[in-house]
């Protein structure tokens, strides 16, 4: 499955923003999804899946409460709304898919997103 990855942009803090990843090639709902950040410097991060029903979902805890992962199997779209954002937000956004996000194994990755924050 491809992945194109949008959304991101500059946003002052305490703001929001909604990502969107778009996916084509093979049956969308037949993947789990995820989206990952990485910062400058640090290395890549986990912060929230779905599964391919939307029925679970689950969050890193720097972003529980404040973002919520969604999907459109019909429009085999995957989102990340982020609310209530912090400068420590600030970093490149990436979705990924796998057949069972529980064993952490995405093997299909879009481009990244950028989202800075500012104070």
């Known amino acids: 499955v491809q992945l194109q990855a949008s959304g991101g942009g500059l946003v002052q803090a305490g703001g929001s923003l909604r990502l969107s990843c778009a996916a084509s090639?093979?049956?969308?709902?037949?993947?789990?999804m995820g989206w990952f950040r990485q910062a400058p410097g640090k290395e890549r991060e986990f912060v929230a899946a779905?599964?391919?029903?939307?029925?679970?979902?689950s969050y890193a805890d720097p972003v529980k409460g404040r973002f919520t992962i969604s999907r459109d199997n019909a429009k085999s779209t995957a989102y990340l709304q982020m609310n209530s954002l912090k400068p420590e937000d600030t970093a490149v956004y990436y979705c990924?898919?796998?057949?069972?996000?529980?064993?952490?194994?995405?093997?299909?990755w879009g481009q990244g997103t950028q989202v800075t924050v500012s104070s």
């Open positions: 990924a898919a796998t057949s069972d996000y529980a064993r952490a194994d995405f093997g299909s």
């Open positions: 779905i599964s391919w029903s939307g029925g679970r979902t």
């Open positions: 090639g093979r049956t969308f709902s037949r993947y789990d």
